[in-house]
Nanobody
């Protein structure tokens, strides 16, 4: 069982920066791929970014086209934490953001087993 606790959301101006954190319980964090998803009002939840579980020395990452080049996903296995660095956010990035843990680094939300509680990110213009 993995519990995910998110922090770091809030209000940010367009063009600014914000970092979301997701802390996991348990000693198996490094074996999980981690993903970030978001859900805007009136829309379905969508994939944002994902990072693979611990490889030999390299992590693999994947990004939605809408955030590629602006957002960065990273993980610190010593702290059992995954991050989403949001640079140059836009008003259309406003949503509730969720972190998730799963066996595979995929874009399909139904393949993730554990979810954080969600955190609101509001980008003002």
């Amino acid at each position: 069982q993995v519990q995910l606790v998110q922090s770091g959301g809030g209000l940010v101006q367009a063009g600014g920066s914000l970092r979301l954190s997701c802390a996991a319980s348990g000693r198996t964090f490094s074996t999980y791929a981690m993903g970030w998803f978001r859900q805007a009002p009136g829309k379905e939840r969508e994939f944002v970014a994902a990072i693979s579980s611990t490889g030999i020395s390299v992590y693999y990452t994947d990004y939605a086209d809408s955030v590629k080049g602006r957002f960065t996903i990273s993980r610190d296995n010593a702290k059992n934490t995954v991050y989403l660095q949001m640079n140059s956010p836009k008003p259309e990035d406003t949503a509730v953001y969720y972190c998730a843990a799963g066996i595979q680094m995929v874009r399909e939300e139904w393949k993730y087993d554990y979810w954080g509680q969600g955190t609101q990110v509001t980008v003002s213009s």
